[in-house]
């Protein structure tokens, strides 16, 4: 009789990537607003650099975000991850306030 060899286990990680699911994207920005209910408006900004004059330049987008608790206050640094669409604006939802 021959032993099997032994296997490890995956993790969740690995386990859920082989279904297809995608690990949450995160993101980092200012708070704009917080005005609606359970929801805050972030200011993303990235910095690219131009193809042919090589400057760099700031883009900035704003994605609305759940936020269950209502912990964010405008000016906050937060993190922000990728979530199931909860409206048809908000994708997102908050992760934690950084300061």
Same mark, same amino acid.
Not at 7 to 36: A, C, F, W, Y
């Given at each position: 009789?021959?032993?099997?060899?032994?296997?490890?286990?995956?993790?969740?990680?690995?386990?859920?990537?082989?279904?297809?699911?995608?690990?949450?994207?995160?993101?980092?920005?200012?708070?704009?607003?917080?005005?609606?209910?359970?929801?805050?408006?972030? *200011?993303?900004?990235?910095?690219?650099?131009?193809?042919?004059?090589?400057?760099?330049?700031?883009?900035?987008?704003?994605?609305?975000?759940?936020?269950?608790? *209502?912990?964010?206050?405008?000016?906050?640094?937060? *993190?922000? *991850?990728?979530?199931?669409?909860?409206?048809?604006?908000?994708?997102?939802?908050?992760?934690?306030?950084?300061?």
């Amino acid at each position: 009789m021959k032993k099997r060899p032994i296997v490890k286990k995956k993790t969740r990680e690995q386990r859920s990537i082989r279904l297809g699911q995608k690990r949450p994207h995160t993101l980092r920005g200012k708070v704009v607003s917080d005005k609606m209910h359970k929801t805050i408006v972030v *200011e993303i900004q990235r910095s690219r650099q131009h193809p042919i004059y090589k400057k760099i330049y700031l883009i900035s987008s704003k994605i609305k975000a759940h936020d269950e608790k *209502e912990e964010a206050k405008v000016g906050d640094l937060v *993190e922000i *991850e990728t979530c199931r669409p909860i409206s048809k604006d908000k994708h997102f939802k908050l992760k934690r306030v950084i300061k």
